[in-house]
């Protein structure tokens, strides 16, 4: 292993020292370790982060402790010095959700941010270059929203407290295997290869956390924390909050978790976030084995682990998995879940055993924290499924990965509190964007036009003097699930309207929708006017595809024929006979 700094050390010795380090110190408050200086060792930058961090929770009372497991949010300590924390934020490819923008001048709309291609269409590129400069920028966008200025005036990622340091905890990226086209987030993913989507969103994660791409750290601060996810076999969308996905553990190894396992030991990942469904029937936050002995315990994880949002609910819901461990069974009356011991008696609410078996499992974090309550917390350690050691263990764990942002540490020392909001939708932003949306293409057939030598494409914009599109995806913009908001939106008819007309000014470019959409039933129809200027066209440009109508998250595709009427719309215009007609999907 490459020597790195303190503060980012990765590995089974970093497990170990968290342990140690959070077992040695005093708990709840009491007489907590001071240095010669007379500052906590939790504000001492000559200690490494995790000590750091187990002396910050040694300081904690149970109730505080508790409401840091949540993500939305943690609230501040102000005794401590600890902020508002938002761990929901979220940027695949581009800034989309942030979770600390409470104070935003009542600005509206979504994230105000550049977007770049789905992952699935910049992996296309084949180009993990090209991904390392996109998570580049789109974390110098991350540290943008952190920039002062805008608190109280615009969009921001700074909390409630202008003083704050501000949110870094980014949930992105998904890698789940895009094994069937029929799921519904496939354009979240890079692909169906876990090597190659262990190469892409290995530099992916190295772009946003700063490092370079070959996974060195070019600082010990974190420029921003990627979360990938989801945390595992999550390939089902329909029925993810009741479904259990069961395989082999050689699959489990070799296919399912192979690209989780290279972020962990390339990219060193700063965070894990635990699927909806079911492994071979236990819970995905309260898997033991899935979160320990594999991800930390095997592939030498130490970083932070959230669950998603709702998921603990999930583990013991009726309607949802409605499981109890090993010994335990459960049974739901007047709204209310029981685990009941089957050698002891011993009874446990629902709530408070899926708490603690997802903190037992390593599952850090609860989103949104409707089961992390002070209450439930004590329940469950009164009837021993659950330490206040387990809790102290995860809170390292997180505050941890805060403290390797720099949260803790004078804002002069960290490298990436000089980013400005400047970054936010840069030109040069926009640029690279443009850049990576033409790697991503693929030619799939160019035949020569029937009667020319020459192929159909590329066309020369100049020697067009009458461009007709169809088909109503071609008049919108799709930018992709967990896209934001970017000031600068083209659509294809725009686009090549501007490149045709710079070229050729007196062109003609004309656009139907000829009644398509993702969902229609009945054939499409271009207008006569249409048809007729089709006939004689130099270029014909069918659009047709998907959107979030036809899959999305929550929602498999039914099947992987054309959607909508779209295929209607392609034996119309072929009937038409003008062989200079291009398909792009």
């Known amino acids: 292993m490459s020597p790195v700094p303190i503060g980012r050390r990765r590995g089974r010795l970093a497990t170990v020292f ?20 007379g500052r906590p060792i939790y504000l001492d930058t000559r200690y490494g982060f995790a000590e750091r961090a187990a002396d910050l929770v040694s300081r904690m009372t149970l109730s505080e402790k508790v409401q840091q497991l949540h993500t939305n949010s943690a609230p501040a300590i102000p005794r401590l010095g600890v902020q508002q924390y938002t761990y929901w934020s979220e940027g695949q490819h581009g800034l989309n959700t942030l979770g600390a923008n409470t104070n935003n001048g009542g600005v509206t709309g979504g994230v105000h941010a550049t977007s770049f291609p789905t992952n699935f269409a910049s992996t296309m590129s084949w180009d993990p270059g090209l991904i390392h400069q996109e998570t580049t920028a789109i974390s110098d966008e991350a540290r943008g929203m952190l920039d002062k200025s805008l608190w109280g005036v615009a969009q921001n990622n700074i909390g409630p407290d202008k003083a704050g340091y501000g949110s870094l905890t980014y949930w992105a990226p998904t890698v789940n295997m895009d094994r069937d086209p029929r799921w519904g987030r496939t354009d979240e993913a890079f692909g169906e290869d876990p090597y190659l989507v262990g190469r892409m969103a290995g530099a992916f994660v190295n772009g946003y956390q700063g490092q370079t791409p070959a996974g060195q750290p070019t600082s010990k601060y974190l420029k921003v924390a990627a979360t990938a996810k989801h945390y595992a076999l999550n390939d089902v969308e329909n029925d993810r909050h009741a479904d259990t996905s069961d395989t082999t553990d050689t699959n489990i190894r070799d296919y399912y978790t192979a690209q989780f396992r290279s972020l962990i030991e390339k990219a060193h990942v700063s965070g894990l976030m635990t699927s909806y469904n079911a492994i071979n029937g236990t819970p995905a936050p309260a898997d033991t084995y899935m979160a320990n002995a594999l991800a930390q315990r095997t592939y030498g994880f130490n970083g932070y682990i959230t669950s ?25 009356a007047d709204g209310a879940t029981t685990w009941t011991n089957t050698a002891t008696g011993a009874k446990v609410s629902g709530a408070a055993g899926g708490q603690a078996y997802a903190l037992r499992a390593g599952t850090q974090l609860n989103c949104t924290g409707a089961e992390d309550t002070l209450s439930n917390i004590q329940e469950a350690i009164t009837a021993g499924v659950l330490s206040e050691g387990v809790i102290d263990n995860a809170l390292v ?44 293409l693929v030619l799939l057939k160019n035949d020569a036009v029937p009667g020319a030598s020459a192929k159909l494409l590329p066309a020369d914009p100049a020697k067009l003097a009458n461009v007709v599109i169809v088909g109503d995806l071609a008049g919108a913009v799709t930018l992709g699930g967990y896209s934001g908001d970017p000031a600068l939106q083209v659509s294809p008819v725009q686009g090549i309207t501007s490149a045709v007309k710079a070229a050729n000014p007196n062109a003609t470019v004309s656009f139907d929708a000829c009644g398509t959409s993702t969902t229609a039933t009945t054939p499409a129809n271009c207008s006569a006017q249409t048809l007729a200027a089709i006939k004689s066209a130099d270029l014909v440009v069918v659009v047709a595809g998907t959107d979030t109508n036809v899959a999305t998250e929550g929602k498999d595709r039914t099947t992987i024929a054309m959607p909508g009427n779209y295929g209607s719309l392609i034996k119309q215009v072929g009937a038409v006979g003008n062989h200079r007609m291009a398909l792009a999907v």
């Open 308 to 332: 998603d949002c709702s998921a603990v609910g999930d583990v013991y819901a009726p309607g949802s998995h409605h499981w109890a461990p090993p010994g335990w069974t459960t049974a739901t």
């Open 18 to 37: 968290l342990l140690l380090a959070t077992l040695a110190v005093p708990m709840h408050g009491a007489a907590a370790a001071q240095v010669p200086s």
């Open 397 to 440: 764990h997180v505050f941890t990965t805060r403290m390797q942002t720099g949260e803790f540490d004078p804002p002069e020392a960290v490298p990436y509190t000089k980013i400005t909001k400047d970054q936010i939708q840069s030109p040069a932003h926009q640029a690279l964007a443009e850049k990576i949306a033409a790697n991503s």
